[in-house]
């Protein structure tokens, strides 16, 4: 039988401290450990959960990829990618607002986040826009939107604590190539809507790249672009592990950065270690807290319990994966991506495979919902960093967003109800 004061220490007290503004990791820590004194469970126990949940393999790719990123974003890989980008749709009317979309489809497939994304591709795109006359408000929901792209085309670390938290039943690799299709699908989609905003509001025509300079943008921007390409192709062609992909990724980006491009010095690639080494303290200490949090939980057997009550509401499966769905944006607005990935996926994960849904797919699934909730308020971490960069208020770009739910929601349901969408190309290649 469930206790339910142990329940109200876990999601009560945790709500209350996310209320007093504790941060997201101490607040599942202290939970946690109010729960375990109250139901007797050693504290030895919760702290030695923190740590086996680090004791990953996989986890190892985690700060190579957060590093590889970080070099690519400080290197001038930015820019380059922007000025590739600019051949393929910077001619046509609303030209910037699409080339903001296809740079972040370029620069997501390099730092597998969407706040690196947003940070590194805004702080040029934004300017160029506003100096086009675009409105503030819509330059940042382009930028904020399309980042999202970087959660779900690999390399993406969420990818990676989403297969942690399944128990190690989902091949990393097969999560990487299913979120391929489904990123690109969010950003055609808005590829779309930024063509209809730009007939509507006669957005500016962008000018053609002189032919004389393709080459030299097509060489220097092709060589950030071979990062997916090295990871991906390495796990596929079985050369290396998902893990070692992200080590000769970092590699790359460092050779790229150093080697080639030159645009910062030598002694920067410490300052790009000390950055990295803060994200990577956060992602793991979240990380940490949740496995204490979801030992808690299952010693309470709450995901077993709560995935029994979702399949009670209803016999049918599309309501019940619309509920699913439902949970998720209104969690991830609230909440951070990486705990919830955590929190949520022992609980919905047995629901979604009782209905026939493959854990890649679910997976996908859940990156789209928590990349809605990164650009949704009141908590949406993409959402503040873009309003940040366009020196504008929150409200603002939110206004900025709205037209942009649309799309994002649109591939939302077709990755939930059409299996092809995220699965064809995994099953394609044998996963």
Known sequence: MIDPITVLLLFGGFAVLLLLRVPIAL????????????????????????????????????????????????????????????????????????????????????????????????????????????????????????????????????????????????????????????????GVLLLVTCYVMARKHRHPTGERVPVKDVPKVVAQGFLGLLTPVIVIGGILSGVFTATESAAIACLWAVFVTFGVYREVPLRAFLGMVRRSIKTLGTVLFLIAAAGAYGHLLTVMQLPAALSDWLLGLSGNAIVLLLLCNVLLLVLGAVMDMAPLILIMTPILLPVAESLGMDPMQFGVMLMLNLAIGLITPPVGSVLFVGASIGGIRIEQAVRGVLPFYVPMLGALLLVTFVPAVSMGLPQLLGF
């Not at 051949?87 to 390099?110: D, H, Q, Y």
């Not at 297969?163 to 091949?171: F, I, R, T």
């Open 27 to 186: 607040a599942l820590v202290v939970s946690s450990i109010a729960a375990a004194l109250w139901i007797a469970v050693p504290l030895p126990i919760v702290g030695m959960k923190m740590v086996q949940s680090l004791n990953s393999f996989p986890l190892l790719a985690i700060p190579f990829f957060i590093l590889a990123g970080e070099v690519m974003a400080s290197g001038g890989v930015a820019r380059r990618l922007i000025e590739l980008a600019n051949i393929v749709v910077g001619w046509l009317r609303g030209g910037l607002a699409m080339l903001n979309v296809v740079s972040s489809t370029f620069f997501g497939g390099i730092s597998g986040s969407a706040v690196a994304d947003t940070s590194s591709v805004g702080s040029v795109m934004v300017p160029m826009m506003r100096k086009q006359g675009y409105p503030d408000s819509y330059s940042v929901g382009v930028t904020v939107s399309s980042a999202t792209q970087g959660v779900l085309i690999p390399p993406s670390h969420n990818m990676i604590i989403y297969a942690l938290a399944a128990g190690g039943s989902v091949s990393l690799g097969g999560l990487f190539v299913a979120g391929i299709v489904p990123g690109l699908l969010v």
